[in-house]
């Protein structure tokens, strides 16, 4: 049975810290994806790592994802207030005929 | 514009009383999955569709019921809900095929079983 961890589950921060989001995964998986969501909104796609060592960026938001050590990062570089979100990863397994099971999520708050 | 459309968005409702959540997906994807998502919990998989007919249990199936008679209609069946169903469900689908599968979200129905 995969199971995908995330940690930490809560995270504050100060505007202008770095930090990272850890998420493990217990079985072989070909993909990984990084999920955010707003408070009281639904959940829109941030990144999806296809291969060993792939490393995606969006503005203040870095992913990466090592295969082998069953582990992906969302690194966040010098935080503001508009990252505050909750962020979930997602492994698929089986191939494409496989699903996703989610981690419980972070939820990052950033204070002035 | 490419959604999914969830409905009621909010609904209230009694034990026992069943009820359909709707769920239609504009953009031809074979891939739909129920999710709820609790405190704590995170989002957990009720069920999946890998096509038109093809459906398959998730993590937490008891209590519901799928069908997938059509490719863009994957409505989600409470036939007697429990308290314990009361949550945030997401129903999301996804171009399943050998590339990235990005799942697109709708929007959430909270649903409350007194």
């Known amino acids: 049975e995969l199971k995908v961890e995330q940690n930490p589950l809560f995270l504050s921060m100060q505007e202008g810290k770095n930090y990272t989001i850890y998420c493990n995964y217990s079985?072989?998986?070909?993909?990984l994806y990084w999920y955010r969501q707003d408070p009281g909104k639904s959940l829109e796609s941030l990144f999806v790592l296809l291969s060993n060592g792939a490393v995606k960026q969006e503005g203040r938001l870095m992913a990466s994802l090592d295969t082998k050590a069953r582990l992906s990062t969302l690194h966040i570089t010098a935080a503001v207030h508009d990252l505050s979100a909750t962020y979930f990863c997602a492994v698929n397994y089986g191939g494409s005929q496989g699903n996703l099971i989610f981690g419980k999520g972070t939820k990052l708050s950033v204070k002035p | 514009e490419a959604q999914v459309t969830q409905n009621p968005r909010y609904l209230i409702t009694v034990t026992g009383k069943k009820l359909t959540v709707t769920c239609s997906q504009n953009m031809n994807h074979e891939y739909m999955s129920w999710y709820r998502q609790d405190p704590g919990l995170g989002l957990r998989q009720i069920y999946y569709?890998?096509?038109?007919?093809?459906?398959d249990k998730g993590d937490v199936p008891e209590g519901y019921k799928v069908s997938r008679k059509e490719k863009r209609n994957f409505p989600l069946i409470l036939e007697s809900p429990s308290p314990n169903q009361t949550s945030l469900y997401f129903c999301?689908?996804?171009?399943?095929?050998?590339?990235?599968?990005?799942?697109?979200f709708g929007a959430g129905s909270r649903l409350t079983v007194l």
């Open positions: 999301a689908s996804s171009p399943w095929s050998s590339g990235a599968n990005v799942l697109t």
């Open positions: 079985t072989t998986s070909d993909r």
């Open positions: 569709s890998m096509n038109v007919e093809v459906t």
